[in-house]
C-alpha cells in the first residue's frame, strides 16, 4: 500500500514546465545540485545582493562617512544633484568619447591579432600568442607606470621613434600625450591596448572553431581573402565579437585604474581624465558624500544596463549563431 502512495506522489508532483512526473532520484539530485552552489549563493546574497540592496537605499539617504550619526532622509535630492551636477555630465561626456574611440579599436585589433595568429602561413604561433597574452598578466597599475615613461615627452621611445620621421616629437616643442585632452584619450588607448591579449585569444578560439570546409568551398567559387573574411569569417564570428563588444563596453563604462593612477580626481587635462567611475569615487571615498556617491554609483548603472540592452536589441540583426537556419 505504501508503495502504491509513493507511486501516487511522485506522479502528483510534476515538473511545472514538463507535466512529467518528478522522481525521487530527480529530487534527490537537485537537493545535492542545490547544495554544491550553496557556497556560491551565500557569497552572491552577502557579498553582491545585499550590498547592491544597501547602496539604492543609501541613495535617498544624507549620509557622510564622517559623521554617520548625522544621517537624514534626503528622497531624492541625491538622484537630482546627481542629473543637474556639471561634473556628472563632463564626466560622461568623457566617458562616452573615450568609449567610442577605443571601444571599436580594441576590437579591430583583438580580431586581427587573432587573424593573424590563425593564419597557416605564420611560423611559431605558439610563441606569438603567449606574447601577446602575457601583458595582460601584469597588474594594472604596474603597466599604467611602465607606460608612463614610455610616453614620456623627453624620454619615451614613442617620442623617439616618431623623431625618427622628421617630427619635432622631443624638447620643448615635443608630444606631451598627458596634458593635451585630445592626445591624452590616445594615450589611454594604447595603455587599454596593452591588455588587448585576453580578447584575442577569445576570437583565436573563434576562429579556430569555424569548419575549414567552408573556406575551401568558398575557394573553389573563386572567393578572395577579404570575400572569405567578409562572407565566412566575420558572420561564423559574430557571436564572439558581440561578446567582446559587451564585455568590452561594460568595462569601458567603468574605466578607472588608469586615470586615478595618472592623474588622481584632478581631470586634467581639460577633464578628459574625468571619467564617471572617478568622479563617483572622489564623492564617495574622497569627500565622503556616501548617499550621493550611492546615487551616482546608480546612475553608472543605469547607463551600463541601458547601453547593454542596446546591444542585444539590435543583436539578431547581425549576430548569427551556428544553429540558425
Known amino acids: 500500500m505504501s508503495d502504491f502512495t509513493d507511486a501516487a506522489l511522485a506522479v502528483r508532483r510534476r515538473d511545472k514546465r514538463s507535466g512529467r512526473p518528478v522522481s525521487s532520484m530527480a529530487r534527490r539530485e537537485a537537493r545535492w545540485g542545490y547544495a554544491f552552489i550553496s557556497p556560491w549563493i551565500i557569497g552572491f546574497v552577502l557579498f553582491w545582493a545585499v550590498p547592491i540592496g544597501a547602496s539604492l537605499v543609501f541613495s535617498a539617504l544624507d549620509f557622510q562617512l564622517t559623521d554617520p550619526g548625522a544621517t537624514s532622509f534626503a528622497g531624492g535630492d541625491n538622484w537630482q544633484r546627481a542629473l543637474s551636477d556639471p561634473d556628472t555630465w563632463t564626466s560622461l561626456a568623457a566617458?562616452?568619447?573615450?568609449?567610442?574611440?577605443?571601444?571599436?579599436?580594441?576590437?579591430?585589433?583583438?580580431?586581427?591579432?587573432?587573424?593573424?595568429?590563425?593564419?597557416?602561413?605564420?611560423?611559431?604561433?605558439?610563441?606569438?600568442?603567449?606574447?601577446?597574452?602575457?601583458?595582460?598578466?601584469?597588474?594594472?597599475?604596474?603597466?599604467?607606470?611602465?607606460?608612463?615613461?614610455?610616453?614620456?615627452?623627453?624620454?619615451?621611445?614613442?617620442?623617439?621613434?616618431?623623431g625618427l620621421t622628421g617630427v619635432d616629437a622631443t624638447g620643448s616643442d615635443g608630444i606631451r600625450w598627458f596634458d593635451n585632452p585630445v592626445l591624452v584619450l590616445f594615450a589611454f588607448s594604447f595603455i587599454?591596448?596593452?591588455?588587448?591579449?585576453?580578447?584575442?585569444?577569445?576570437?583565436?578560439?573563434?576562429?579556430?572553431?569555424?569548419?575549414?570546409?567552408?573556406?575551401?568551398?568558398?575557394?573553389?567559387?573563386?572567393?578572395?581573402?577579404?570575400?572569405?573574411?567578409?562572407?565566412?569569417?566575420?558572420?561564423?564570428?559574430?557571436?564572439?565579437?558581440?561578446?567582446?563588444?559587451?564585455?568590452?563596453?561594460?568595462?569601458?563604462?567603468?574605466?578607472?585604474?588608469?586615470?586615478?593612477?595618472?592623474?588622481?580626481?584632478?581631470?586634467?587635462?581639460?577633464?578628459?581624465?574625468?571619467?564617471l567611475l572617478v568622479h563617483f569615487y572622489q564623492e564617495a571615498f574622497v569627500f565622503g558624500n556616501m548617499g550621493y556617491g550611492a546615487a551616482l554609483a546608480w546612475l553608472i548603472f543605469i547607463v551600463v544596463a541601458v547601453l547593454t540592452g542596446l546591444l542585444f536589441g539590435t543583436a539578431r540583426y547581425w549576430v548569427h549563431y551556428g544553429t540558425e537556419r
Not at 563588444?245 to 584632478?266: H, K, N, R
Open 95 to 162: 566617458t562616452f568619447r573615450f568609449t567610442v574611440l577605443f571601444l571599436p579599436l580594441s576590437l579591430v585589433v583583438a580580431l586581427g591579432l587573432a587573424l593573424l595568429l590563425n593564419s597557416k602561413h605564420l611560423k611559431f604561433t605558439g610563441l606569438f600568442r603567449l606574447l601577446f597574452f602575457m601583458p595582460s598578466m601584469i597588474p594594472l597599475v604596474a603597466g599604467v607606470l611602465i607606460w608612463q615613461q614610455v610616453l614620456n615627452p623627453q624620454t619615451g621611445w614613442v617620442n623617439r621613434l616618431i
Open 192 to 275: 587599454g591596448l596593452w591588455g588587448v591579449g585576453n580578447a584575442m585569444i577569445v576570437n583565436l578560439a573563434g576562429l579556430q572553431g569555424i569548419p575549414t570546409e567552408l573556406y575551401e568551398a568558398a575557394e573553389i567559387d573563386g572567393a578572395g581573402w577579404w570575400r572569405r573574411l567578409r562572407t565566412v569569417t566575420l558572420p561564423l564570428l559574430s557571436p564572439i565579437v558581440f561578446y567582446n563588444l559587451v564585455i568590452g563596453s561594460v568595462l569601458v563604462l567603468q574605466y578607472f585604474v588608469v586615470p586615478w593612477v595618472l592623474f588622481g580626481a584632478s581631470g586634467r587635462p581639460g577633464g578628459a581624465s574625468k571619467f
